[in-house]
């Protein structure tokens, strides 16, 4: 393995590509399930932040936050045009008939922030506390294996030998609205 | 309890390597080693340690459990202390003006203003309470996949040598790069495919 804050930095960028084709994905109504090959149907949605970023050389970058429940996301494909990506996403993952999961994920730490899982079961009393914790452990595992399973599956796409003519050209096509 | 709290935070840890014999007990003896002390140590300005998840300010891992079903579950307790700069240049001003009264001089060298800051710091320091810090840790040992319940760069930090000093296993933080070594399942081929990606570049 590389050296892990080089690796950071310099595979950072993977992360916000992510992040973004998940936009594109969204966006142009693409089967999640399908693509992931999940038994469970999965659906994602874009919720109610978005963060994109812009290099602008020398250091100096532009940054563009959209926030809002019903927030237009036009700015965000123009800062796409520009050249930015996505580095920051706030995202509904409904797994199943029943399981909604909201959460922010970090495009280059993957870190995770203000994740809701489905309410565990149980009243709440100390008997019931070993039940609620493995309950939502599984929660989080779950949701983390769905992300990186999306993620793995953008990677292989990324990586195939048609990504240039397939998976950018479309991508382009939907920023730029062809 | 942050763990069971409607909304969690967290960065994500692959453990490299697995515990020769009955990982339980390591475990155990890890956290109990590492736990914070029960009594606070009023010289020390920062500590850190283990404690139980269900009771993060009295560390007695023999009363309380750290297994639940196929997880283990505890917490990383960091007590800090630290001094308000106003209280600093409020007993400074007060100091100054002492130490000019009694010497009958209308200025003090610099030299004898860092000794009054040292004399400060100090007693301060000692009477400080520490403020605790308590972070939730998720581990699926089977897995070999750990959840820290915080993004704080400061406490990551403090959690990676605290695990590793207490476990002897090394805890690799989870992102774009380190998710394809450790959890992709890829060739060897595929990952070098996509370790020689470049960024994209969307415009025209």
């Known amino acids: ?178 | 309890m942050g763990f069971l709290s409607a909304t969690q935070s967290m960065s994500r840890y692959h453990i490299l390597d697995t515990f020769d014999t009955e990982p339980m007990e390591q475990v155990r003896n890890g956290l109990i080693q590492h736990a914070i002390p029960k009594m606070e140590n009023e010289y020390e300005e920062i500590s850190a340690g283990w404690t139980p998840f269900e009771s993060p300010y009295l560390p007695d891992f023999n009363k309380f459990s750290f297994v639940f079903g196929s997880y283990f579950l505890f917490s990383m307790r960091i007590d800090k202390k630290s001094i308000p700069a106003k209280l600093v240049h409020k007993q400074m001003a007060i100091e100054i003006e002492k130490k000019k009264a009694d010497s009958g001089r209308d200025f003090i060298s610099k030299n004898e203003k860092s000794e009054i800051k040292e004399t400060i710091m100090d007693v301060l320091m000692h009477k400080m309470p520490s403020i605790p810090n308590v972070y939730d840790v998720l581990w699926d040992y089977e897995a070999k996949t750990l959840f820290l319940l915080t993004t704080q760069k400061a406490a990551n930090e403090f959690f990676e040598t605290l695990f590793f000093k207490s476990f002897n296993l090394k805890p690799v933080r989870l992102f774009p790069y380190t998710l394809v070594e450790t959890k992709s399942g890829f060739s060897p081929a595929q990952k070098d495919r996509i370790l020689t990606l470049t960024p994209l570049h969307f415009s025209r």
């Open chain 1, 1 to 178: 393995m590389l050296d892990i804050s080089t690796a950071y930095n310099k595979y950072s960028f993977l992360g916000n590509e992510f992040l973004t084709w998940l936009w594109f994905m969204v966006e142009t109504g693409q089967d999640i399930t399908q693509a992931i090959e999940s038994r469970d149907p999965v659906s994602l949605d874009i919720g109610n932040s978005l963060v994109l970023e812009n290099s602008l050389g020398d250091n100096a970058r532009e940054k563009i936050t959209i926030k809002g429940d019903q927030a237009g996301l036009e700015e965000g494909t123009t800062a796409l045009k520009k050249g930015a990506k996505v580095t920051e996403m706030n995202l509904i993952c409904q797994l199943g008939p029943e399981e909604e999961y909201h959460f922010t994920l970090k495009g280059d730490s993957f870190n995770i922030t203000g994740l809701k899982t489905p309410a565990a079961a149980g009243d709440g009393s100390d008997d019931e506390i070993e039940g609620r914790i493995i309950e939502k452990a599984l929660l989080g595992f779950r949701i983390t294996q769905v992300i990186d399973t999306l993620f793995f599956t953008f990677l292989k796409q990324r990586t195939a030998d048609d990504w240039k003519h397939k998976g950018f050209e479309q991508m382009r096509a939907w920023i730029y609205n062809d």
